[in-house]
């Protein structure tokens, strides 16, 4: 204690303080004389890694991290006999499809050869309500109780009514496996938790009417009675999509609703287990690695036909082309807050889901291959003690094989990000400052430009209200389009109402500017002030995001860093307009552009609750048009 | 030869020893019932009685007892009763969660998953009952090999309700309850063979030759049950319960519903039990037609076969009892709408996705044309928090607090070693003909320390379940001739907020930096003395 404190009240020489404060002043002044060197380099960081996120050397190959899901080494009872029941499944299925039974019809069909199994099974009828009117459906489940067990856990098996495929696709024969498997696993006593199967109506809004029911979590939107039957935590779970006739390869799609992902044991257990259980490999998405494209055809390649054939034959610059298609549909999933299929929903409940997607092939897999991969999937799933825990919940599948950890792509959005804030901050100080011509070099020189070296430095106010009432009327705003968009009307006149909103969004911030009090001429101008905390703003956003939600964090990077940070009053008129047309374009412009986008982000929200509409127009353009705001407050 | 002889020497030991202990009585009895999922129930019962025996007096447990001397009394589980002074003791081990709609109420009631161990004791100054209790549970634990010894005050009370004395109440003091339940707890051969060790003939002879465990432990359902009870006109009796519910559909070949003890058990009845004063085997005839019993017996009493194996009756061993529905080509499931076997079925979740909050609801539906009035049990580990003033009581989204009545809570209360008693929740529930009660109220998960969590933390904690019982029937109308008994719902479990236990290690460096940059700057702020610098340009 006496050492500390002698440490402490030692006696110091009495320049020491006056050095580091000289120091940390050079420091200072040294970074600001150098802030543009500074922040366009990590502009330039931060984008050239973005780029780079697809290169091999910084993914890693994938392991299993939790020891109790031993994939892959059990035997498989599943056999041909079983396939003959899909395939009698199926059969029965296709006299539905062309019978063109109600929905109704549907589940009391699924219900009927679920009981008749002997499990306890039930319908959920549901109704979603919207702007776009009512959404209903049925969904037909049931509880296989697992011997022995208390049935304090759950696994779950679904299949939904549409495929993922698109078009209209029905899920036949993902759902023909569920029934037989239904019938299958039933006879083994070596469940250790209960097996719920579900096949949901439609695509996505069955499975998550049937998700809030069961958790009890029924929002306003949603009517729909309790759960007849029910079992325990549901822990893991898997969709199955397979609506062509045969495959070659299991996609595993695994993006969630708002970013989140699965943990990726469940991935890599399949993984192993597709490849040395089933025979079948494994690709990401539907994306066929380009060893196994050779012979696909020309819209399955990795790159455009424009490509010269030298980039096209590279093995490196293939494999570089593959991933960057990985990368960019998972970003293009995640940004936007959506799910790539129906196991996306069960995310937010803490279930590991993935769905297995049957890629369209002539061959030369079926149900044999199918069944045996799901049943020992579901027995490495039943090994599991715990929730799934050991292993990464944040992660970019590269490839089948390799994935990127956080530490990898985390850097680059952060880069971009504190670009701005060094940009913000250093505007911050600009503004304080203002720099004085003395009357004599004034008169002197009048055909010199007044060089701030010869003029003396003087302090001055930053008054923050003008600047901070622009941003909170900004974010208002946003507020107000989003319930604009989201109201009945939006959804009955979007094609009329959309350019209005987007003409009115951009035609207020001008009318209403010279109704604010600009700040006195001896204080900063609002415009820096307001670029001072719009950077800062913005950059504190990205950084937040960057720990939710990556892709959302590295779109907001790249569309809003350069743009906000090189935001200035110009002296000409044109110009400015011309810049101020342009942010409100990056601000408001999807409103007319992307018409399509706007109603599935608007649906997404209203059933699913994905927060992806309500940040770009509460967060997002409101900070853009902040931008935009700078450059009219000169003129 | 040699072994006859040796048979015939211990046959003639074994005939005085009969004649000196004649305050013994051993039966034995195996009742099977078909149930309507295909599925076979069947309830072994080994009782023995003491005749005239008495529970020792609590008050006498300072003096020297008397001399256990037992012939077919099991002496471990005796000195267990007469060390701790137990007046009735009833331990149960199941596995599996019991189908009350399909198969109805279990012969036995004590169906709840896990383990489940209540007493009645004698007060006594001499020694406490929850020293005595702690006693019994560790004994139990040692002799069962069962971690009964867990059992411990964090999950002990004392409902006297719904767990009453079902034999006689003695007289010498006045008696207490102690109540526990370990809803994980795992039962497996480990505990059948202690079991079986407590019967006279072991698994040797009689009906327990047909406990087989790699069969008893692949059935559905599974439990064994140790009951001691005394009543005062026959004296300390000990039922041995095993019940276990097979499906010959899933293990026979052609998915028929057809089975015998050989398919049931892979194992026969060789030989009777010598010291067994009864033994038999009971068949509950389904009530449906189409079905065929052999060997054929005349004695159909009221829908029961009945087999008499004991030795004095003429009944041939070894003897396979079998059923089979021979126009059946494999078993359909009966198809829905299937109403409930029982009167009362009951569900019960946790719902709420978050670590912090969520809402318990319990849905209680009421099959008959009659009101049924029901007792309602939530012992609960300190664990939840129960919150009383959400509690709701609906009939199609109806609110119908008139429906319950009796309300009794007990919040967790600390105990001396700094743990939390569970709290006890009893109410009665009055469910109108043909309606589903719901019962819901919000609860608060614990934020516990991070070394009281287990080491599977990220699997979450078992709730017990509740408990509907019958209620005594003199606060009881006669209107309602629903004869029942408890019945159990299925286990929960709830996830509690749990620390990334995966890397302590990280998690610890993190949060100490983040601590000591925090307090660092702070310190620095408060300590430092602030002078105005002049710097020369």
Redesign the interface.
């Known amino acids: 204690m006496d050492r500390i404190r002698g440490f402490l009240m030692r006696p110091r020489r009495p320049g020491a303080?006056?050095a580091r404060?000289?120091r940390r002043?050079q420091l200072a002044a040294y970074l600001h004389r150098n802030l543009t060197k500074l922040t366009s380099a990590l502009f330039i960081i931060g984008y050239a890694w973005m780029l780079l996120i697809p290169i091999p050397l910084l993914s890693r190959g994938t392991y299993i991290d939790e020891n109790a899901l031993q994939p892959a080494q059990v035997n498989t009872y599943w056999n041909w006999g079983n396939v003959h029941t899909a395939d009698l499944q199926l059969y029965q299925l296709d006299g539905i499809r062309e019978r063109n039974f109600t929905s109704e019809q549907r589940a009391e069909f699924f219900?009927?050869e679920f009981?008749?199994?002997?499990l306890a099974?039930s319908i959920q009828n549901y109704t979603f309500s919207t702007s776009k009117g009512t959404i209903s459906g049925n969904n037909a489940y049931a509880v296989m109780?697992s011997?022995?067990?208390?049935?304090?856990?759950a696994m779950v098996i679904s299949a939904s009514w549409l495929s993922t495929a698109g078009h209209g696709a029905l899920n036949l024969r993902g759902i023909s496996t569920v029934l037989s498997l239904a019938a299958f696993l039933?006879?083994?006593?070596l469940w250790a938790k209960d097996i719920i199967f579900i096949i949901s109506d439609d695509y996505l809004h069955g499975m998550h009417a049937w998700l809030n029911a069961y958790?009890?979590?029924i929002p306003s939107n949603l009517h729909t009675d309790?759960l007849e039957h029910?079992s325990?935590?549901i822990w893991t779970a898997l969709n199955i999509d397979y609506s062509s006739h045969s495959f070659s390869h299991l996609g595993v799609f695994h993006e969630g609703l708002n970013g989140r992902l699965p943990n990726q044991d469940l991935i890599n257990s399949f993984r192993l287990i597709s490849h040395y259980t089933g025979g079948v490999p494994m690709t990401v998405y539907d994306h066929l690695e380009p060893s196994d494209a050779v012979d696909r055809l020309p819209e399955q390649s990795v790159f455009p036909s424009w490509v010269p054939p030298f980039i096209q034959q590279s093995p490196q610059l293939q494999q570089y082309g593959y991933r960057v298609r990985n990368v960019i549909r998972h970003i293009g999933y995640q940004a936007r807050g959506m799910c790539s299929g129906v196991h996306g929903l069960m995310h937010?409940?803490?279930i590991d889901a993935i769905t297995l997607f049957a890629v369209p092939a002539d061959g030369p897999h079926g149900f044999h291959a199918l069944g045996k991969i799901v049943e020992s999937t579901l027995r490495t799933m039943n090994n599991l003690?715990?929730?799934l825990?050991?292993s990464f919940f944040f992660y970019i599948l590269t490839s089948p094989g390799t994935f990127m950890k956080i530490g990898m792509f985390l850097p680059s959005a952060i880069l971009v990000s504190v670009a701005m804030l060094f940009k913000g901050l250093g505007e911050w100080v600009t503004a304080g400052w203002v720099c004085e011509m003395s009357e004599a070099s004034l008169k002197g020189n009048e055909t010199e430009k007044p060089s701030p070296a010869k003029g003396t430095w003087r302090n001055r106010r930053r008054p923050l209200l003008s600047a901070l009432i622009v941003v909170v009327a900004t974010h208002v705003l946003g507020v107000l389009v989003f319930n604009l968009i989201c109201s009945r009307w939006f959804a009955k006149y979007p094609s009329f109402l959309a350019p209005a909103i987007f003409v009115a969004v951009s035609v207020i911030p001008p009318i209403l500017l010279p109704l604010l009090s600009t700040n006195a001429p001896e204080a900063a101008p609002t415009s820096m002030l307001l670029k001072s905390s719009n950077l800062c703003l913005a950059s504190t956003v990205i950084s937040i995001m960057s720990l939710l939600n990556f892709s959302l964090a590295a779109m907001l990077a790249i569309t809003m860093g350069v743009p906000l940070a090189t935001s200035y009053t110009s002296s000409s008129t044109m110009t400015t307009h011309l810049r101020y047309a342009g942010y409100c374009m990056l601000a408001w412009g999807w409103l007319v552009l992307v018409p399509g986008e706007v109603e599935s982000a608007i649906w997404n929200w209203e059933v699913l609750g994905v927060w992806f509409a309500p940040f770009i127009c509460i967060v997002y353009a409101p900070l853009v048009m902040q931008a935009a705001i700078v450059c009219l407050q000169g003129s | 030869m040699r072994r006859a002889s040796i048979w015939i020497f211990l046959a003639c030991l074994c005939i005085p020893s009969f004649a000196l202990y004649r305050g013994e009585i051993y039966s034995e009895d195996l009742r099977i019932q078909p149930l309507r999922d295909g599925r076979v129930s069947t309830t072994f019962s080994f009782i023995t009685v003491l005749e005239g025996a008495v529970p020792r007096n609590p008050k006498a447990l300072g003096q020297l007892d008397e001399s256990q001397h037992y012939a077919l009394f099991p002496l471990t589980l005796g000195q267990i009763l007469r060390e701790y002074a137990i007046t009735e003791l009833h331990l149960t081990l199941n596995a599996g969660k019991w189908n009350y709609d399909n198969w109805g109420h279990p012969h036995e009631a004590g169906v709840g998953t896990g383990a489940e161990l209540w007493a009645w004791m004698g007060a006594s100054e001499v020694t406490t009952v929850d020293e005595r209790w702690s006693g019994l549970r560790n004994a139990l634990s040692g002799l069962f090999c069962a971690s009964l010894g867990s059992l411990d005050s964090r999950r002990t009370l004392s409902p006297t309700v719904a767990f009453p004395l079902s034999g006689s109440t003695p007289t010498f003091a006045p008696h207490e309850l102690r109540h526990a339940s370990l809803p994980s707890e795992s039962v497996c051969t480990e505990n059948l063979t202690p079991f079986l060790k407590l019967l006279p003939c072991k698994s040797h002879a009689g009906l327990a030759a047909l406990l087989n465990p790699q069969k008893v432990f692949d059935a559905d359902w599974h439990g064994m049950g140790i009951h001691v009870t005394w009543k005062e006109d026959t004296g300390v009796e000990l039922k041995l319960t095993l019940q276990a519910v097979f499906n010959p559909v899933r293990t026979s070949a052609g998915k028929r519903r057809d089975w015998n003890l050989q398919s049931l058990f892979d194992r026969s009845i060789e030989r009777s039990c010598p010291v067994a004063s009864s033994s038999s085997v009971t068949v509950i005839l389904p009530e449906e037609k189409g079905y065929q019993i052999t060997p054929e017996n005349p004695a159909h009493i009221n829908g029961l076969v009945i087999y008499d194996l004991s030795s004095s009756s003429n009944f041939t061993i070894p003897s396979n009892i079998a059923m089979y529905w021979p126009s059946e080509h494999s078993f359909q499931y009966p198809l829905p709408p299937l109403t409930p076997v029982t009167p009362l079925s009951v569900k019960r979740t946790i719902h709420g996705t978050t670590q912090t909050r969520g809402v318990l609801s319990i849905s209680v539906t009421n099959n008959s044309p009659q009101e049924i009035s029901a007792g309602y049990l939530e012992m609960m580990p300190a664990l939840l928090t129960l919150w009383m003033h959400t509690l709701k009581v609906e009939i199609n989204s109806q609110i119908r607090s008139d429906l319950l009545s009796g309300l009794k809570y007990h919040p967790p209360s600390p105990q001396s070693n700094d743990r939390l008693s569970p709290s006890m929740l009893q109410a009665v529930l009055t469910i109108p003909p043909k309606t589903t009660l719901k019962l819901s109220m919000e609860v608060n998960k614990a934020f516990l320390k991070y070394t009281e969590h287990p080491p599977d933390a990220m699997r979450g904690w078992d709730l017990p379940g509740a408990v509907f019982f019958p209620l005594p029937q003199s606060s009881h109308d006669t209107s309602s001739s629903y004869d029942w008994e408890r019945i159990y719902t299925p286990t929960l479990l709830v996830d509690l907020p749990t620390p990334d236990f995966s890397m302590p290690y990280n998690v610890i460096i993190l949060s100490c930096t983040l601590m000591t940059l925090i307090f660092g700057s702070i310190f620095n702020l408060l300590t430092r003395k602030w002078v105005v610098v002049e710097i020369q340009e």
């Open positions: 303080n006056v404060l000289r002043k219900r009927t009981s008749k199994l002997g099974a109780s011997p022995r067990a208390a049935g304090t856990e039933k006879d083994y006593s958790h009890g979590t309790p029910t325990g935590v937010q409940f803490r003690l715990e929730r825990h050991a």
